[in-house]
Structure formats: C-alpha cells, structure tokens
C-alpha cells in the first residue's frame, strides 16, 4: 500500500512539473529563439521572488509580527505599568 501511494506521489509531483512546464511554455510562445532564454530566466526570477515573498508572509504570521493585537497589548501593558507606578507613589 505504501508502494501505491509512493508511486502516486511521484507521478503526481511530475504532473505538476509538467504542467508548470507547459505553462511556462504557452506564455513564451510569442517570445523569439533569441529572446526565450532572458524571457525564461525572468519568469523564473519572478517566481522565486514570490515564493519568497510568501515564505516571508507566512513567517511574519506565524511569528506574530503583523498581529494588531500584538501591538495593542504591548501598549497596555506600558500604559498599565506607567499606572502602577503613579499609583505607587
């Protein structure tokens, strides 16, 4: 059963490659013989480039970063602190 899965994993990760393929050639197909390969390595350059910035996307979600409340709270928290001190002296 493994073997099966493994097997369909596999020849699915190749479809994908296939298809990324196909569409990368179908976007170049008005490009010149001459042209292609700066055009292919631009289109790749560009995916790379979104790819990382969804890696940092998701890294800044997971890490908190861009969560409002996040910020909010470290402001209560100092408002807080300042109100305890005054209430101290």
């Known amino acids: 059963m493994k073997d099966l899965k493994l097997e369909s994993f596999k020849q699915s990760i190749k479809q994908r490659d ?23 390595d631009y289109m ?25 409340s996040r910020a909010v709270a470290r402001i209560e928290r100092a408002s807080k602190k300042r109100k305890d001190i005054f209430k101290k002296r």
């Open 18 to 40: 296939f298809n990324n393929t196909l569409t990368v050639m179908e976007k170049l197909d008005f490009a010149s013989t001459n042209s292609f390969s700066i055009m292919y």
């Open 44 to 68: 790749e350059k560009e995916r790379q480039e979104s790819i990382e910035g969804q890696l940092s996307i998701v890294k800044d979600y997971n890490s908190g970063k861009g969560d409002p």
